[in-house]
């Protein structure tokens, strides 16, 4: 059974699919020989044809004889031409309303506590710090712009769960699980009460999320995944084909679930709501500011980037995929990178075609699945299946493009809803997911309790990242207070190996979920090893 697939559940995430494909994968190169009878002619000068053409020489062949300037005519099909005008930008960042950054530090800043990261960790961190103690001076530093990491870049799906799924809390807490649950509960109920009390809009839709069986096998886990939500008082619907057709309607689907407590956010105005509010309360922003050093100083903690420092009482890094300072967090998490597209609006005609009145979030039931949903204007978010891991856990800005994914995504999009046909994507984008071990967040301390840090929401952290930061803050302020007892707080993840062994054991798994998926369901040796030592996905 796949528990933690429940929600956004990424225990997909570290497993690129590699079954013997092409440089350009097989979703660019193996529909060739039909290319003639789907295929149309464009003109593909786009940012995403030409890559794509310097890597696949069977794509190249495909051009008509005799077309020679550089605007060539190119025999290409509906999902590649689908992506030819796409820009390679995040859709949620990529907006006029996007905030101008603060300015960065310079000199020397004096602060009580000081959040690293302006994703939704540190921008929950601050706030929360500053609600709970109104007199507490805070600065939170920015390596890029606030929302630039995987906070303002992410499907915006918006899950109760601060264990990455049921499942997965009940393969690694079974103890705890019911505090898990229920703190999971608080803590999405006291976001959106805090989103209201600070008139953050965030565009939430609150219409609970479908997990869809696309493969017979599926069926089965979703009956096994309702009953254990049931059994927590969870409340979720089974669908079966016809129901979920009527709800919306793919040719894929054979059966879904509806868990109703869930929704959808637009992530990166929320992350710029946040910032908004904070600096209202006072926090000081500096963006542009890499910490690269972090030590003792006094009875305090000294950050040090290029242009400045800041010596402050207490520290909170909020650092997520991204290299940290810190070398105990660097390996408790790895960054693993997914891919989405975004379409243009649909029409009113072209959304009546696929129903989707409820507008729920959706996910199917692969190890390697789809994450969609609709944005208030209705475009369709798709994303997910490929989850690449780039030797030495690289996360440079360049990884945020990978045609071959954007290919596959096109190609999957379409599968999905075939009537779709002749829909364009307007973005493409990926970004770096943190990724723990045990597929959920791990926090910690550091230098005497002077530093805490919160990581690794895995694919489930839009939500989780509150009670994430909250937890930091407490290990900080509050050392007694009952919930940092739990093992789910005491109890680390165990750490990634270094390099190369890193990279073979996620591509070993990479291979392996992909041949489950092929293999309706079944978990090899190797899945079968990594679950019994607790490091399954799905254990
Ligand atoms: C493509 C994608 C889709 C996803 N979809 C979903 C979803 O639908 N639902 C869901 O729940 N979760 C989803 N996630 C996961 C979710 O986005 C993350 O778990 C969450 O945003 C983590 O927030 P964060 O603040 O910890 O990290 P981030 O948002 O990554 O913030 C970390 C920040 O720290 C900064 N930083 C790093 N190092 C330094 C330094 N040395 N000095 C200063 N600043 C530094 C970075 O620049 C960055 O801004 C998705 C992630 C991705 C990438």
Known sequence: MRGARLGLGRESCPLEPRVARSPLGSDAGEHLPNASRRA????????????????????????????????????????????????????????????TPQPALEGLEETDLVVVGGGFTGLWAALQAVEIDPTRDVVLLEAKSVAEGASGRNGGF?????????????????????????????????????LKRHEIEADVEENGTL??????????????????????????????????????????????????????????????????????????????????????????????????????????LATNAFRSPLPRMRRASIPVWDYALMTEPLSEAQLGSVGWRDRQSITDGANQFHYYRLTRDNRILWGGYDAIYHYGSRTDDRLQQRPESFAGLSRRF????????????????????????????????AHERRVSWAIGYTGQGVVAARFGARLALDLLDRPKAPHLALDFVRKRAFPWPPEPLRSIGVRLTQRALARADANEGRRGLWLRTLDSLGLGFDS
């Open 414 to 445: 379409f599968d999905t809803f075939p009537q779709l046909e002749g829909l364009r994507f307007s973005h493409q984008w990926g970004g770096p997911i943190s990724t723990t071990t045990r597929f959920c967040m791990e926090v910690g301390t």
């Open 211 to 316: 997990w869809v069986a696309t493969a017979p096998y599926q069926i089965e886990d979703l009956r096994e995944q309702v009953a254990d939500l049931q059994r927590f008082g969870i409340a979720v619907e089974r669908l079966d084909r016809d129901a979920i057709r009527a709800q919306v309607d793919s040719p894929t689907y054979l059966a879904a679930a509806w868990l109703r407590r869930a929704a959808i956010v637009d992530p990166a105005r929320l992350c710029w709501g946040l910032r908004d509010v904070i600096l209202r309360l006072g926090v000081r922003i500096y963006e542009g500011c890499p910490v690269e050093r972090i030590a003792p100083a006094g009875a305090g903690i000294e950050l040090r980037c290029a242009s400045g420092r800041v010596h402050a009482r207490k520290a909170v």
């Open 158 to 194: 918006a899950d109760t769960s601060i264990t990455h799924g049921l499942h997965n809390g009940l393969s690694h807490f079974p103890k705890e699980i019911e505090t898990l649950v229920q703190l999971g509960l608080d803590n999405y109920r006291e976001l959106l009460a805090s």
């Open 40 to 99: 149309g002619f464009v003109k593909a000068i786009g940012t995403h044809i030409i890559p794509l053409l310097q890597q696949d020489p069977r794509l190249r062949q495909s051009r008509p004889a005799g077309s020679s300037s550089r605007r060539k005519e190119l025999l290409i099909e509906p999902h590649l031409m689908a992506l030819t005008d796409t820009s390679p930008s995040c859709y949620w960042l990529d907006r006029p309303e996007r905030p």
